[in-house]
């Protein structure tokens, strides 16, 4: 399909009588898609004192989420999405709850990261059904590829917008109101979404093909879709700590979130423009041309000097997200058979999930020894924190070689350059503490 959409089908297709509150319901439960994650982080990062542990528990409820869309969008097009996301969704307050009392308890890392693996499992795949809603009950192809890029878009915005939310839900009395919010959402959006008229009128597919175990994966088309959207998550979760890191060692740590938040400007311009006048016109060069010139964009972010630089670059990167997401939905038709369509959408979100998961991590403890999973336990991690604390407090003693803070210590300084590769990769500069003082 390579017509272009009208603002005027975008009109059609998001006030469609049949879809109105599905269109509603459907944006509150992918609203929270990316707070989920970060808003475990924080929780335990606070609650544990262990970015390590913290880290692999974030990490595993990305690997269930990834694991989880597929299977559940396998269920959907076998059952229709209702039952299925019913209970994903009560799945998935089971598992919070259970994850905020481990939490709080500071049970043994490995059980936290279970229960975090349990909540990305259970997540409803509200987004890979939504999209699969549009083919049923629109039959306009420019319409279906202006309710795609609507989806596209409003995905782009929530990822972007997600981190940063749950960044300021941290700062409230309790560390784990993030987490209760973002699941509280996900899941009245799920259930609502499930319970509209529209939805509920998608029975099982009656012509259920015999199909290898890949389900959609066994077409060659949709293995380089998958591949396409495993290059985007990957580029994606590398510029998210980068850019993070670039903030951090320009001394205004509280700039990267809004360094990120500037994709979601371009992305939502220029994604509704690129559904009016796509490029290149074969469908079949969007993917590779699109993943291209976003490969050379995030490259070009290694040169600013400066935090405004960096954020003119991203400015420009940002305009290839949404383009390729609708680029998916949109090729999703051409490479996958109709009955497996909820799946099919299910293994882009995976693939992209997994490009995610390939983000570079800091892994280091806060404080403490080492404990299972290359983790630290809480107590252990807290009094570490706390002994490293008052060291830093008290004044430093050249004749003992302790005390005073990391600067004193060790002549730390900070590094010049600002750019996403100096950023991730620069080592700090030391000199003796004698050389400093003097």
Not at 159 to 181: K, Q
Not at 324 to 352: D, K, N
Request: glycine share 12%; with cysteine.
């Amino acid at each position: 399909m390579s017509s272009n959409a009208k603002l005027a089908d975008y009109r059609a297709a998001l006030t469609l009588p049949s879809m109105r509150l599905s269109v509603l319901a459907s944006l509150l439960g992918r609203m929270p898609i990316a707070m989920v994650s970060m808003s475990l982080l924080l929780f335990a990062r606070q609650e544990l004192g262990a970015f390590g542990v913290a880290s692999l528990i974030s990490g595993g409820n990305l690997i269930g989420v990834a694991l989880g869309a597929v299977a559940q969008g396998r269920m959907q097009d076998r059952l229709g999405p209702t039952k299925p996301l019913l209970i994903a969704s009560a799945g998935l307050i089971v598992f919070t709850a259970a994850e905020l009392l481990a939490v709080s308890a500071q049970a043994t890392p490995v059980l936290l990261v279970a229960l975090s693996v349990g909540i990305g499992l259970s997540q409803p795949n509200v987004g890979s059904a939504s999209r699969a809603l549009w083919p049923r009950v629109l039959t306009d192809p420019h319409q279906r590829q202006a309710a795609y890029s609507y989806e596209a878009i409003s995905q782009e915005v929530f990822f972007i917008l997600g981190p940063g939310i749950a960044g300021a839900l941290i700062a409230l009395p309790w560390h784990g109101t993030g987490v209760v919010v973002a699941v509280a959402v996900m899941a009245f959006g799920a259930v609502a979404f499930a319970l509209t008229p529209t939805v509920r009128a998608w029975g099982p597919e009656r012509e259920q093909s015999k199909a290898s175990l890949l389900g959609p994966l066994a077409a060659p088309g949709m293995r380089t879709l998958a591949l396409g959207a495993l290059g985007f998550g990957l580029a994606i979760g590398f510029v998210e700590v980068a850019v993070q890191a670039a903030a951090i060692r320009s001394g205004a740590p509280s700039a990267g979130g809004l360094l990120l938040s500037l994709w979601a400007i371009t992305s939502v311009l220029v994604g509704v423009f690129y559904s009016l006048r796509p490029v290149p016109r074969p469908l079949g060069l969007r993917l590779p041309a699109l993943l291209g010139l976003f490969g050379v964009f995030i490259g070009l972010m290694s040169l600013p000097g400066e935090l405004i630089g960096l954020g003119a670059v991203m400015l420009v990167a940002g305009s290839m997200l949404a383009p390729q997401s609708a680029t998916h939905s949109v090729l999703i038709e051409t490479v996958a058979p109709r009955q497996m369509a909820g799946e099919a959408f299910a293994w882009v979100i995976t693939a992209v999930t997994l490009g995610l998961l390939g983000r570079p991590v800091d892994l280091r403890p806060a404080g403490g020894r080492l404990g299972p999973l290359t983790g630290v336990r809480g107590r252990g991690c807290r009094r570490g924190r706390d002994r490293r604390a008052a060291a830093d407090a008290a004044p430093y003693d050249p004749a003992a070689g302790h005390g005073g803070s990391r600067a004193v210590r060790t002549g730390y300084r900070e590094p010049m350059k600002i750019g996403l590769v100096s950023a991730t990769m620069a080592e700090p500069r030391r000199t003796s503490a004698r050389t400093h003082l003097v």
